[in-house]
């Protein structure tokens, strides 16, 4: 119980921020998982980490433009100061959801090849980015890129909150429109929907919540909970509805109690979230193997 | 008179540059019953698909009216992980009908329940669409399709894989679909015999071979040879298109 307390106290925005990441990857997984793009979410945390690393080459200096343009000083405003490494984390993500978006139909590569390909590019950009970055020694550089569970603190809490917001909106506004481009995007099209509209919009959400939750929890927390929980849901449920409140229960439940273990045992948080979600997924897969139903 | 619904004008089919079929002139009428048979990879789907305006053609004009369209994928595409029960497939159906930030009300409710009596599965309604069998999964894309209320149902090779029974079956399904509720109908198949005795006009189709009319004018033993390249014995007996092959013993 001591350990709890100071936990709370050391870290609340860290705990509350993890519930919230989880949440929104559990919820985005569930999506990214029944897609069949589970590997969209590996290539879009290391295109999110490319955007990071580019924004360490200072080559455009978003945060002196926004500056100027409301009169503001950058110093004073920690939010606008940590602004630019979540700015291109995110304009990386977009560009590569606006062109995995228009890839679903053309039949000469796969859109796995595709992802396939955009991957190696962004591990390769991440590394040069980061040889060429004038600010630190590479493996400094390398531990601010990955993000950290336990570095959540006031305004990253606040923008995973904004997006976990969005998300459901959209998710809940547009549910006819995201279900059925999802389902079978081609027959939604036949009857009149604009498929590649409302996969273009399903994408960009999916982006800015993978990019900007890497962002702020890293690339294994962020990948991991798009898959894990997702999983299990799956693996349990026997109703749309319930898949998507087990991912997002899993989701919020497991990244404390892993924090917590992280704590006690002193291993690094993001490694000690994924292991623990992992132990759950197999005891809920070997529960259903063993009830014949796996 | 009958009335035109569908016309394309010198329309050439393909992707990206890739031409499949050029110069299709072909006009659809209202309560036409057509299929659209030929080969694997003849260009059956991309013609389906360019149709629907899924895909643009590459050259040549489609003219459509405000025509609905209610269409049935090959059943293969459509592959969920999420278990989705039979109502929430066939209520897809209605989205199209609906606006942008509409729920379902009891009417789509009602035209859900409607689609799947008509199809006969609706003691399925609330089974997941991932434990139904072939022939099932058929009856609700099938369901969904017609609970877009549509002018014109496209089914893209309906029959594959079924075993016999649900084959004929769901072909009877579809004659009825177009004798009593007077729907057009295309029905794209490779299976030759699927077709031949229902349908009222024929698209016959090959990369660079295209003919369209009525069935006793396009189904001749030359234009099979020039479809499949391969020779075949066309006879009517009793009504009946028989077509055997001529390299059978």
């Known amino acids: 119980m001591e350990t709890v307390n100071q936990l709370i106290q050391l870290f609340p925005y860290a705990i509350m921020g993890s519930i919230l990441a989880g949440m929104i990857c559990g919820f985005l997984g569930t999506f990214v998982v029944s897609q069949r793009v589970v590997f969209l979410g590996a290539t879009l945390t290391q295109v999110s980490v490319a955007g990071v690393a580019f924004s360490f080459l200072h080559l455009i200096n978003v945060e002196g433009i926004i500056a100027s343009i409301f009169g503001i000083t950058v110093s004073e405003h920690s939010f606008l100061h940590n602004f630019e490494p979540a700015f291109f984390s995110l304009l990386f993500a977009i560009i590569v959801v606006l062109i995995f978006s228009q890839t679903y139909r053309q039949k000469v590569l796969t859109q796995d090849g595709i992802l396939g390909i955009i991957f190696v590019v962004a591990v390769a950009l991440r590394i040069m980015f980061i040889q060429k970055s004038p600010i630190a020694e590479v493996s400094e550089v390398e531990s601010i890129l990955k993000g950290d569970i336990l570095f959540i603190g006031q305004s990253q809490f606040f923008t995973l909150l904004g997006i976990f917001l969005f998300t459901v909106i959209i998710f809940t506004v547009f549910q006819k429109q995201l279900k059925f481009v999802t389902f079978d995007a081609d027959s939604a099209s036949a009857h009149g929907i604009n498929s590649r509209f409302w996969l273009l919009i399903f994408y960009i959400v999916v982006g800015m919540g993978i990019s900007l939750t890497t962002r702020f929890v890293g690339d294994v927390f962020t990948f991991s909970y798009l898959i894990i929980p997702s999983s299990i849901g799956l693996l349990v449920s026997k109703r749309v509805s319930q898949v998507f409140f087990i991912a997002v229960l899993v989701g919020a439940v497991i990244p404390p109690i892993s924090i917590f273990l992280a704590f006690k045992f002193d291993f690094s948080s993001g490694p000690a979230a994924v292991i623990t979600s992992f132990v759950l997924f197999l005891i809920v897969y070997g529960y259903k193997k063993i009830k014949g139903e796996g | ?249």
Not at chain 2, 29 to 55: C, H, M, S, W, Y
Not at chain 2, 58 to 81: A, M
Not at chain 2, 141 to 163: K, Q, S, W
Not at chain 2, 170 to 183: A, F, R
């Open chain 2, 1 to 249: 008179m009958e009335k035109t619904i569908i016309k394309f004008n010198s329309v050439t089919i393909g992707y990206g540059k890739k031409k499949i079929i050029e110069n299709i002139n072909v006009s659809l009428l209202e309560n036409d019953f057509v299929g659209i048979v030929g080969p694997n990879g003849a260009g059956k789907t991309t013609f389906l698909r360019t149709l629907l305006g899924n895909l643009k053609p590459l050259s040549g004009t489609i003219e459509k009216n405000s025509h609905r369209f209610g269409y049935v994928p090959q059943r293969d595409t459509v592959q969920p992980l999420l278990p989705y029960t039979v109502a929430d497939v066939v209520m897809m159906g209605r989205y199209s009908l609906m606006g942008v930030f509409d729920k379902p009300t009891k009417k789509d409710r009602e035209a859900v329940d409607t689609s799947l009596e008509y199809v006969g599965i609706q003691h399925l309604k609330n089974y997941n669409y991932n434990s139904l069998s072939g022939g099932q999964r058929q009856r609700t894309l099938i369901a969904r399709a017609l609970a877009v209320e549509p002018n014109i149902l496209i089914l893209d090779e309906p029959t594959n894989g079924m075993d016999t029974p649900s084959h004929y079956s769901l072909l009877d399904l579809i004659s009825g679909l177009h004798n009593q509720n007077k729907l057009t109908i295309l029905l794209v198949s490779h299976l030759l015999s699927d077709v031949a005795n229902g349908v009222k006009r024929l698209i016959l189709m090959e990369k660079d071979f295209f003919q369209y009319g009525l069935i006793d004018e396009v189904l001749s033993e030359e234009n099979l040879r020039k479809t499949y390249s391969s020779d075949f014995h066309v006879n009517k007996i009793d009504d009946e298109y028989v077509i055997t092959s001529k390299h059978r013993n």
